[in-house]
């Protein structure tokens, strides 16, 4: 079975720059969350999505972070622009109907300059 | 307060060594309790899960959920190089939204 994949796996940037990640959840998988993991810090949740629809983006900074699920499929997170502190790693991950099936990919490391 | 604390480490034991991971939370509603082993540059890897309160054991690896106390253990027993990594803990009380703690760097010596 594939695992979530995530692209690109690095990304450096200057500040007020734009950048856009995306992510393929596991086949099948109706869940697909967005984290943002600051260095020394556990992952924090930005968005969920069930199927092609938002569960939770209450922690999304939207004046600049957007994020879609087109087709229920695949997602793109986007910032703009991006700020110093948004230096971190994103995370993707996809669940199943199952609490413990949730599966991160290997996230997206962006340095903003 | 934070949701969930989690004490940084770094900890750092001998090979062969029995290690024990902690975490405290403030919500009471919680019910699902998560540990994550994350190797360096790699996503989170879900380790053991319990739902409620009591005891899961996995091989070498054992998780306990005392929720009168709101403090949840993970111990690892015969430690191996190879569990050289940062633990994390999450927990939800839906199942939905996991809240994480900051994560245990752990350095097994051989």
């Known amino acids: 079975e594939a695992g979530v994949a995530q692209s690109p796996r690095y990304k450096i940037i200057e500040k007020r720059q734009s950048v856009a990640f995306w992510c393929n959840p596991i086949?099948?998988?109706?869940?697909l969350y967005w984290y943002q993991q600051i260095l020394g810090q556990g992952p924090k949740l930005l968005i969920q999505f069930q199927n092609n629809g938002v569960v939770d983006d209450s922690q999304l900074p939207k004046d600049r972070f957007s994020a879609e699920r087109l087709k229920g499929v695949d997602s793109t997170l986007k910032i703009q622009p991006a700020k110093l502190e948004d230096s971190a790693v994103y995370l993707c991950?996809?669940?199943?109907?199952?609490?413990?099936?949730?599966?991160f990919g290997p996230g997206t490391r962006l340095t903003v300059l | 307060q934070k949701e969930v604390e989690q004490d940084p480490g770094p900890l750092s034991v001998p090979e062969g060594a029995i290690v024990s991971l902690n975490c405290t939370y403030s919500?009471?509603?919680?019910?699902?309790f998560m540990w994550y082993r994350q190797y360096s540059r790699k996503g989170p890897e879900l380790l053991m899960y319990?739902?409620?309160?009591g005891n899961k054991e996995d091989g070498r690896f054992t998780a306990q959920v005392d929720k009168s106390s709101k403090y949840i253990s993970l111990f690892i027993r015969d430690s191996q190089p190879s569990d050289s990594a940062t633990y994390l803990c999450?927990?939800?009380?839906?199942?939905?939204?996991?809240?994480f703690g900051t994560g245990t760097s752990l350095t097994v010596i051989p």
């Open positions: 999450a927990m939800s009380d839906s199942g939905n939204q996991f809240y």
């Open positions: 086949s099948g998988h109706a869940t």
């Open positions: 319990t739902y409620s309160s």
């Open positions: 991950a996809s669940s199943g109907a199952r609490v413990d099936e949730q599966f």
């Open positions: 919500n009471s509603a919680f019910q699902y």
